[in-house]
């Protein structure tokens, strides 16, 4: 069988069975602690949902290496033959807070290029997937080709605090394009918000900040429908780096980054 079809089968037995671990330990007591911040926090199910996958992972393709973001994989510095990207739980303070909006994301790449993407909403037991060339899926059911649409009728997902003030961009732009736009959503899960753009949910997405587990299977879902992702000058994004991340249909994408990206 091919390589990447059989890792397919794998990963959405593995990404079900860590949804449903998840949804059973709403039952205990949750052990949170914080990283960089006090806003940045991380629990013992980020922790055990990271090491379960990376079990599974390294017993099935044990010649694979693996990138996740609570550090039981490797310290990755190439991008040479196929890695594992994975977010555990991407939208900690969503699982932490409201039980729900936090997704599973996982990406894998072969030097250096997207081959197969997962992000699953644990909660609604929803899974959106992706094979290079092979097209998007919500649930096992292809998601079409992303429509264009016009600037004035776009909703746009962001972090409303980058508007307040950011390191990228002008916040007087950013306020700019939040007025143009027809409305703006932040749901606090990077990969619930790169899975609604594939699925044609949202409009466009735009972050200053992103870690590659967060956008890493994002990316080729997205790309799959026809949109574009890149950092907010248009650049491409390198795989094993931190970068901001605007994802959007590519007219739209040309439109906004003509009208308010920022010079780099
Ligand atoms: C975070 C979420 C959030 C994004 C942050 C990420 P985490 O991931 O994706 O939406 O704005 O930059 O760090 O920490 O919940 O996995
Ligand atoms: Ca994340
Ligand atoms: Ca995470």
């Given at each position: 069988?091919?390589?990447?079809?059989?890792?397919?089968?794998?990963?959405?037995?593995?990404?079900?069975?860590?949804?449903?671990?998840?949804?059973?330990?709403?039952?205990?007591?949750?052990?949170?602690?914080?990283?960089?911040?006090?806003?940045?926090?991380?629990?013992?199910?980020?922790?055990?949902?990271?090491?379960?996958?990376?079990?599974?992972?390294?017993?099935?393709?044990?010649?694979?290496?693996?990138?996740?973001?609570?550090?039981?994989?490797?310290?990755?510095?190439?991008?040479?033959?196929?890695?594992?990207?994975?977010?555990?739980?991407?939208?900690?303070?969503?699982?932490?807070?409201?039980?729900?909006?936090?997704?599973?994301?996982?990406?894998?790449?072969?030097?250096?290029?997207?081959?197969?993407?997962?992000?699953?909403?644990?909660?609604?037991?929803?899974?959106?997937?992706?094979?290079?060339?092979?097209?998007?899926?919500?649930?096992?059911?292809?998601?079409?080709?992303?429509?264009?649409?016009?600037?004035?009728?776009?909703?746009?997902?962001?972090?409303?605090?980058?508007?307040?003030?950011?390191?990228?961009?002008?916040?007087?732009?950013?306020?700019?394009?939040?007025?143009?736009?027809?409305?703006?959503?932040?749901?606090?899960?990077?990969?619930?918000?790169?899975?609604?753009?594939?699925?044609?949910?949202?409009?466009?997405?735009?972050?200053?900040?992103?870690?590659?587990?967060?956008?890493?299977?994002?990316?080729?879902?997205i790309e799959e429908v026809g949109g574009i992702v890149t950092d907010i000058y248009g650049k491409p994004l390198n795989i094993l780096e931190n970068s901001s991340v605007f994802a959007s249909k590519p007219q739209l994408h040309e439109t906004i980054l003509?009208?308010?990206?920022?010079?780099?």
């Open positions: 069988m091919d390589l990447w079809k059989e890792m397919d089968t794998y990963v959405r037995q593995w990404i079900r069975e860590a949804g449903d671990r998840i949804i059973e330990s709403f039952e205990s007591p949750l052990v949170i602690e914080t990283k960089s911040d006090r806003n940045d926090l991380v629990t013992n199910i980020d922790k055990e949902t990271e090491q379960f996958l990376i079990r599974k992972i390294r017993t099935t393709f044990p010649e694979h290496r693996i990138l996740g973001e609570e550090g039981f994989g490797e310290e990755i510095k190439d991008a040479g033959g196929v890695i594992w990207i994975l977010d555990p739980i991407d939208g900690t303070v969503n699982f932490v807070h409201q039980k729900r909006n936090f997704m599973i994301s996982i990406g894998v790449y072969e030097d250096g290029i997207g081959k197969l993407g997962y992000i699953y909403d644990v909660v609604h037991q929803e899974l959106y997937s992706a094979r290079a060339g092979k097209g998007a899926y919500f649930n096992g059911i292809p998601l079409p080709k992303l429509k264009e649409n016009r600037l004035e009728d776009t909703i746009l997902a962001l972090n409303p605090t980058y508007v307040v003030s950011n390191r990228k961009m002008a916040p007087s732009k950013l306020a700019e394009l939040v007025r143009d736009v027809r409305a703006t959503r932040s749901y606090g899960s990077a990969a619930l918000e790169m899975a609604y753009v594939a699925a044609g949910r949202l409009d466009a997405y735009m972050t200053m900040q992103l870690s590659p587990w967060d956008f890493a299977a994002g990316k080729i879902l003509r009208r308010y990206a920022p010079e780099s």
